[in-house]
């Protein structure tokens, strides 16, 4: 049982709410953090499970380009990553064949984009500039690029982000040397060393407040502070098990407004590359593979081209994942095998000889996250702004979902917005007689 009164008191131990109370700890501040999981990181979730060749990402795995926050935290805590790189190929229709661009007919879309006047969802925009049948196919890759890559549902995902993105350039993949939760179990390390204490498998019910003044609530205990920094994810918070009193109505029906997105990850260990082997390919040479599409219950595939891993990693997302919320781990494994089977034409068997390990969560299903990431929804920059404007220099909102631009929904998104508003509450703090 905690005495002390803070002067912040953050919320969620992930990205966002570590960096925000190391930079809040190191204005000389008494900083609490109070998190759900028995471990920091939270969507940063990398595991040691035995049978596996290396450490594995259950959530967070790729740097989405040079971005500069994370890069910057990276050599400051001597952590390296290797370019992801190789070769996209598609199952379709029995046979294997390489992929030239993410999106089939990629031309005609941009066309299609440069006729837009106001931002729509990417539905409407299907349906009021696509409708036509020579564009079938254009819109159903689209529609399998929101659900795999943002996670997302169209009918709320932005058509101008979905431009940005598209035509934004190609931007290099990284992944993380020994994984991301080196991030984490730094930032966690720095963030101890500057007296911040934390309390692990809390999770807060309630948050009683006026200004400069909070209670918050936890299954164990009754914490005091003057402010507090809500960092949990959108998912937390569009299902209300965070009671605000007095409520915040403003705020969340803002947040039901986002876009979160669901996602199921599972990786396979196998006792070698079999997909480098012509013989489970069709005859195709595969060696550089590192995304594989295709149209079956896990659709998307992806290999550690170009280290040598002998892991595939299975990604089922947006509402198809959300509809699978409480299926067990048998099954998520099984569809996962049967996919690949098919994919590579083998005896189910034979398959199975060769798995070593498996790994999988599913996010949506876990009540800490209710999904995996945030998307761009129309409007989405108005709503983010509105959500991260504090009450009452009293409580503040940051994570990956209230970080408005192309990361939204990235590790980088997460420490940005962490920072950001960390350093708009210490000059609050500066600003007032507290
Ligand atoms: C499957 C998957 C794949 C991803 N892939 C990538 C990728 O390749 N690249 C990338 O950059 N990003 C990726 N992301 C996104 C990235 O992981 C997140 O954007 C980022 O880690 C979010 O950080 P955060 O601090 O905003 O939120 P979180 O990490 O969710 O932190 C919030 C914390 O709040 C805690 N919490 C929740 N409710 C309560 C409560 N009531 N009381 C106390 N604590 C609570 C949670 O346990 C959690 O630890 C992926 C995410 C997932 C799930």
């Known amino acids: 049982m905690s005495t002390t009164r803070y002067d912040v008191i953050i919320i969620g131990a992930g990205a966002a709410g570590m960096l925000a109370a190391l930079e809040i700890a190191l204005t000389g501040r008494v900083v609490a953090v109070i998190e759900a999981k028995d471990r920091t990181g939270g969507r940063i979730h990398t595991i040691n499970y035995t049978g596996f060749e290396k450490p594995v990402e259950m959530g967070a795995e790729f740097v989405h380009g040079d971005l500069p926050t994370t890069v910057n935290l990276f050599e400051k805590a001597g952590i390296k990553k290797h370019s992801a790189t190789g070769e996209a190929w598609e199952y ?37 500039y696509l409708a036509d049948s020579q564009y079938e196919e254009l819109r159903a890759s689209l529609k399998n690029y ?14 101008y982000a979905l431009y940005e993105e598209l035509t934004g350039g190609e931007e290099k993949d990284y992944r993380v040397d020994g994984g991301y939760g080196q991030l984490a179990a730094w930032l966690e390390k720095q963030t101890r060393a500057k007296g911040v204490q934390f309390f692990l498998l809390e999770e807060v019910r309630e948050i009683n407040w006026k200004t400069l003044d909070v209670e918050i609530v936890t299954n164990k205990q009754t914490l005091h502070g003057k402010k507090v920094l809500v960092t949990v994810s959108i998912g937390v918070l569009q299902s209300e098990m965070i009671r605000f009193s007095p409520a915040l109505p403003g705020k969340m029906s803002a947040a039901k407004k986002l876009g979160f997105g669901h996602a199921i990850k599972t990786n396979l260990q ?8 012509k013989a489970f390919t069709r005859g195709k040479k595969m060696s550089k593979l590192n995304f594989l599409f295709s149209n079956q219950p896990i659709p998307t595939w992806w ?16 509402p198809p994942a959300e509809s699978v919320t409480t299926v067990a781990k048998d099954v998520v494994v099984e ?30 299903a876990d009540k800490h996250f209710y999904g995996a990431y945030s998307y761009s929804v129309v409007d989405g920059e108005a709503i983010i702004k509105s959500m991260i404007e504090p009450v009452e220099n009293t409580i503040y909102f940051a994570g990956e979902g209230l970080h408005h631009g192309n990361e939204i929904g990235t590790v ?13 509450l210490i000059a609050q703090f500066d600003s007032t007689i507290y």
């Open 270 to 277: 196998f006792t070698g590359p079999f997909w480098k082997d």
């Open 146 to 159: 929101v659900q795999g890559y943002y996670a997302g549902d169209i009918d709320k995902a932005s058509t």
């Open 335 to 364: 569809n996962a095998m049967q996919s690949l089977a098919q994919i590579f034409s083998m005896e189910p068997a034979l398959l199975q000889q060769k798995l070593l390990a498996a790994a999988w969560y599913n996010w949506s």
């Open 92 to 128: 379709k229709e029995g046979a294997l064949e390489k992929r030239r661009d993410f999106i089939e007919d990629y031309d005609a879309l941009v066309k299609k984009f440069k006729s837009l006047n106001n931002d729509i969802s990417v539905a409407d925009f299907m349906k009021q």
């Open 303 to 318: 290999t550690q081209h170009p280290r040598k891993e002998a892991l595939l990693v299975g990604w089922l997302a947006g």
């Open 412 to 424: 980088e998104a997460a420490l940005t917005s962490g920072r950001n508003v960390a350093r708009q």
